[in-house]
């Protein structure tokens, strides 16, 4: 099987998540662990838009692999309210959903992460990586300018500054890569919350959005690191049609 349709979609989710799914249009986004890169990007990305989903009566389910302890973390860290959130501790519905698990050589998984970061089994992350740094004029630029950009306690400085080397309104040069340095150091800070089964460290994640009648409306299989979504230059893209 190579694809699957909406309603076998649902039927995976109720088996491995043991709960009836009500028959209304539904945004299901599967994470890795949730201390991967991805997860904490695409939720930052997806977050400015819970209002409408729940105006569009769009029922929002957000599935990470961790456990209690990294749900209450990842939620205070991203702001994402709770009810939005549950957790797995294993990857069978990922593997029944046909997700990729990323690079698996028979070594360290923190090494094939690594590897990953370099572009190996990631295409497009290389690419991506250096959006981070160069800023993009076809993004959104993600800071409030009144906002502070912190590294632990030892830098520290307000995002207007990226305005000094970049274009405000899109994406300025290293704006990006400060948030993904953020991300980077709320995981290493916490790393045996956030990465308890690190088994699952390149396990990639997907995107399913099912309407009412368990019609299949859109979906997206991730197969590279910093590769979440289908257009990462606009994220939630494929979602405002709907909206």
């Not at 491995?16 to 904490?40: A, N, P, Q």
């Not at 961790?66 to 994402?80: A, I």
Request: hydrophobic residues 40%.
């Amino acid at each position: 099987m190579t694809n699957l349709n909406g309603s076998e979609i649902i039927r995976i989710f109720e088996d491995e998540l043991k709960k009836k799914i009500i028959r209304k249009k539904s945004l299901y986004v599967v994470l890795g662990l949730l201390g991967d890169f991805d997860s904490f990007e695409y939720i930052q990305a997806l977050r400015p838009y819970l209002s409408n989903i729940d105006k569009s009566r769009i029922k929002l389910n957000i599935i990470g692999i961790g456990n209690e302890d990294s749900r209450k973390y990842f939620c205070k860290y991203t702001k994402l309210p709770e009810k939005y959130i549950r957790t797995v501790d294993q990857n069978n519905l990922h593997k029944k959903l046909l997700l990729n698990d990323g690079l698996s050589l028979p070594i360290n998984p923190l090494i094939n992460l690594m590897l990953m970061c370099m572009g190996f089994k990631s295409p497009g992350t290389i690419p991506e990586v250096l959006r981070g740094y160069l800023g993009n004029k076809n993004s959104r630029q993600i800071f409030n300018d009144n906002e502070d950009i912190a590294f632990s306690n030892i830098i520290r400085f307000r995002a207007a500054s990226f305005n000094l080397i970049g274009e405000k309104g899109s994406l300025r040069p290293f704006e990006l890569a400060s948030l993904r340095l953020m991300n980077l150091i709320e995981v290493a800070s916490n790393w045996n919350i956030y990465m308890k089964n690190q088994t699952f460290l390149t396990q990639r994640g997907g995107t399913f959005l099912i309407d009412s009648d368990e019609k299949l409306l859109y979906s997206y299989r991730c197969q590279s690191l910093l590769g979440f979504s289908e257009t990462m230059e606009e994220p939630v893209k494929f979602l405002k049609a709907w909206l």
